[in-house]
């Protein structure tokens, strides 16, 4: 079992910054692949951004490319979402999400553990 705990949501204007943090407990970190989803009021969750459990590899939604940076710190258990220039349509409850499985996945049904969310509120 992994116990994820995410953090760094708040109110923020358009084209400001943000970093999320997501603090893993429970299990021993370092295999497991981590993800960032995200699900706006009406919407479905999205992916939003993945790493391998070395950090080698990184995926990002195209919506977010450019924009966004996930990064992990293996020593201290945790990865983080850095987000740049934001936009309204930035503004949901983000998820960090882990699976022990041999791929990185880009849909949600390919991760196992789930943090409650942060919530980010973009204003325009």
């Known amino acids: 079992q992994v116990q994820l705990v995410e953090s760094g949501g708040r109110l923020v204007q358009a084209g400001g910054s943000l970093r999320l943090s997501c603090a893993a407990s429970g299990h021993t970190f370092t295999p497991y692949h981590m993800g960032w989803f995200r699900q706006a009021p009406g919407k479905e969750r999205e992916f939003v951004a993945a790493i391998s459990w070395s950090g080698s590899s990184t995926y990002y939604a195209d919506s977010v490319k450019g924009r966004f940076t996930i990064s992990r710190d293996n020593a201290k258990n945790t990865v983080y979402l850095y987000m740049n220039s934001l936009k309204p349509e930035d503004t949901a409850v983000y998820s960090c999400?882990?699976?022990?499985?041999?791929?990185?996945?880009?849909?949600?049904?390919?991760?196992?553990?789930w943090g409650q969310g942060t919530q980010v509120t973009v204003s325009s």
């Open positions: 999400t882990a699976t022990p499985k041999s791929r990185v996945g880009l849909m949600w049904h390919e991760y196992d553990y």
